[in-house]
């Protein structure tokens, strides 16, 4: 993105205590680990429910998912929404705005929204193809709602925020991105504050393309399991409110936690795989430690992409592996959530914070036998941590990879 490594701070600072960068106040996430974060962080200790199948549209597809279950009603004060995925969002977008004391209600405050998604913003207007295929005589309903359903609008617009407003939408990294180009809003002064992660829906398209791949599973996801077979779709949000650190100060908020560091690179490999050397992979980590003034050794673990397709995990946990050695701590939370497409980099930064914050990782869900051919094998049990920093990957069709940096400004 251009400009994004200029507005980033640099200080090139090694092995410091506490972090530059931005403050985190505030998080929300839904997916199918939980509802809120307090019961996503019980699924992360204790594990979660393993998919089952779909139930929000009609298939003849066998494929297990992730659902989200129990959702509250769509009205939100005087609008009804019609996508779910800004249902999810508007609903980690809640959470995370009380978390971090409702700094949208403050007018003196310029907030920013910034939100990654795939399905929301190009898949929802199948009604209208289904019907003008039947009767030649769509309802324009659908058209409406597809015009309607830019994501970042929708939320700007249900919380009252006046700042700018921008959806991304780059594949399975979109919401990482989107965290990446708040902070550039942040860095350049644009924004007191910014609502920023990702979102996404379950959808018949992406079921139907995934498994056309030959890339999902018959059976619940094994990230870098020596017998993975292919990954679960799920659905879900997470969302950060990222604060520059003058903001957080003078509202009087501690986050405890900062997003130091963000990188992104595209190797263009091939369209749906990745470059069997991870070299965007390796690009994207090595410009957010940069960004952070971090080295390899200071981070204290990775929750990375993890998709447990077979060539994914290979690649990303030799390149992982590569960069940080032998005493890597390394796991997928895909195993609690399924891949949640344009949600997943917002979700996993999220549990990336919330891991960070708690002093400890957990278990890599769905591992039985790590995959000898893997130098180091994940993380098998729930593991104390006792460092500072903590990074995630996002890794995207087209080549994309994406990488944040966090970082404790309290300590554990």
Request: charged share 20%.
């Amino acid at each position: 993105m251009p400009g994004i490594n200029e507005n980033m701070p640099n200080p090139r600072r090694q092995n410091t205590d506490m972090p530059s960068g931005f403050t985190i106040t505030g998080l929300g996430a839904i997916s199918a680990a939980g509802n809120n974060t307090a019961e996503t962080l019980l699924s992360l200790e204790t594990g979660g429910k393993e998919p089952g199948p779909v139930t929000l549209f009609g298939t003849d597809l066998d494929r297990p998912v992730f659902e989200v279950k129990n959702l509250p009603g769509k009205l939100h004060g005087d609008r009804q929404l019609t996508s779910r995925t800004a249902h999810l969002a508007s609903l980690a977008v809640r959470e995370a705005l009380r978390d971090a004391r409702d700094p949208h209600r403050d007018p003196a405050l310029t907030i920013g929204v910034c939100l990654g998604t795939t399905v929301a913003s190009q898949l929802n207007n199948l009604p209208f193809y289904l019907q003008y295929r039947e009767s030649g005589k769509p309802d324009l309903g659908p058209v409406r709602d597809y015009l309607d359903c830019n994501l970042a609008a929708t939320i700007a617009d249900i919380f009252g925020c006046r700042g700018p407003r921008t959806t991304v939408v780059n594949a399975c990294s979109s919401g990482a991105d989107a965290i990446g180009t708040a902070l550039s809003w942040l860095g350049a002064g644009i924004c007191d504050a910014v609502i920023t992660g990702g979102a996404d829906e379950l959808n018949r398209v992406p079921l139907c393309g995934f498994n056309s791949l030959g890339i999902m599973s018959e059976k619940p996801c094994r990230p870098f399991d020596r017998n993975r077979d292919g990954l679960n779709l799920g659905e879900g949000a997470g969302i950060l409110i990222i604060e520059s650190e003058g903001c957080a100060e003078r509202r009087k908020v501690k986050g405890g936690l900062a997003v130091s560091g963000y990188g992104s690179a595209c190797d263009a490999h091939h369209l749906t795989a990745p470059h069997p050397e991870g070299v965007g992979l390796k690009l994207a980590i090595e410009s957010a430690l940069e960004r952070s003034g971090l080295l390899p050794e200071d981070i204290s673990f990775v929750n990375a992409h993890g998709t447990a397709t077979p060539d994914n995990d290979r690649i990303e946990g030799g390149t992982l592996c590569g960069i940080f050695g032998a005493g890597i701590r390394y796991f997928s939370t895909k195993g609690l959530t399924g891949h949640t497409l344009g949600a997943a980099g917002g979700l996993e930064a999220v549990f990336t914070a919330l891991n960070l914050r708690e002093g400890w990782i957990p278990h890599n869900t769905g591992c039985r036998e790590p995959d000898p051919g893997i130098p180091v094998p994940p993380v098998m049990v729930r593991t104390p941590i006792d460092g500072n920093a903590a990074l995630s990957t996002s890794l995207a069709f087209g080549g994309n990879n994406a990488a944040l940096v966090f970082q404790c400004t309290e300590q554990n």
